[in-house]
């Protein structure tokens, strides 16, 4: 039986994904990054080219991984898009493709992943909501709604999977200082004002950073973290529990 952790990231290229990468990869994890647009995977990561809404890519590139290393211990459930307006604006296109990305995306890497786990002494799931699940974010139905629905999964697959050992639970974040956030901001007229304007509603005065996220994924991963699943863990700075100056 391995005694070195092996993990599978999606998304895991850019952004919140590559920082849990570059975490496990420091804590002497064995990772697999899968990622639609892999160019920029860290190097000592095994790195698959997987869109998380093919199943038979899935289900192969998981196959490949599982065969390799004799089984699976972690899933970080990371990958995600999003689109921008309210339901007034949002198309059934946009619908479908958000939700096939960020919920059945999820879903089918657990499907495929979990039969893996069999042999695991500590299987893990970590799925990426975000605080828009809990809190009303203006113009961002689509991706809310996506991301309140992996909230609840992530309870019943906690419910589903408890009698076989499996622990899942996910991780809420807030701004945080990504490419696709740098891509938000920089679509303002004024990019700069942009970026102080999301600093300064944060309590702690800064964004969110990929390492403040990929730390609670670790602990989340972590053998020792054993008797919490269907959890949902903040990450935002304070932004949705804190009132100051009231
Ligand atoms: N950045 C934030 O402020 C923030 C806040 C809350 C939640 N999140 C969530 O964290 C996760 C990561 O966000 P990020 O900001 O690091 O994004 P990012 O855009 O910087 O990186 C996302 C990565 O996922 C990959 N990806 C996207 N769709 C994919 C697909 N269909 N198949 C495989 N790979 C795919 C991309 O190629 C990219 O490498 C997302 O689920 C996002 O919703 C982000």
Redesign the pocket.
């Known amino acids: 039986m391995s005694t070195t952790r092996r993990v599978i990231v ?8 590559a920082a849990v990468v570059a975490r496990l990869l420091d804590a002497g994890t064995r990772v697999a990054v ?4 892999p160019g920029e995977a860290h190097v000592d990561a095994r790195t698959y080219a ?4 093919d199943s038979a890519a899935v289900e192969a590139a998981v196959s490949a991984v599982a065969s390799e290393w004799g089984g699976i211990d972690g899933l970080v459930n ?5 689109t921008r307006g309210s339901v007034m604006d949002a198309t059934d296109d946009d619908w479908l493709t958000v939700l096939d ?2 919920v059945i ?1 999820t879903a089918r890497m657990s499907r495929a992943v979990i039969p893996h786990m069999a042999s695991s002494v500590a299987p893990r799931i970590v799925n ?5 699940a809990v809190t009303g974010v203006q113009g961002r139905a689509v ?1 809310s709604a996506s ?1 309140g629905a992996i909230q609840a999964l992530t309870r019943a697959m906690a419910a589903d999977h408890v009698a076989a050992g499996i622990l899942v639970n996910c991780v ?5 200082e ?4 740098r891509r938000l901001i920089d679509a303002e007229p004024d990019p700069v004002a942009a970026h102080e304007a999301f600093a300064s509603r944060q309590p702690t005065g800064r964004l ?1 950073t ?1 390492e403040d996220v990929a730390a609670t994924v670790a602990l989340l991963l972590d053998p020792a973290f054993t008797s919490v699943t269907g959890e949902s863990f903040v990450v935002d700075g304070g932004m949705s529990a804190l009132r100051l100056g009231v």
Do not use: E
């Open positions: 999606t998304g895991g290229a850019a952004g919140i994904g899968f990622d639609r647009d997987v869109d998380i809404r990371n990958a995600g898009v999003g990305t960020n995306g990426m909501s975000s605080v828009s991706y991301k809420l974040p807030g701004t945080t990504t490419s696709w956030v969110v990929p």
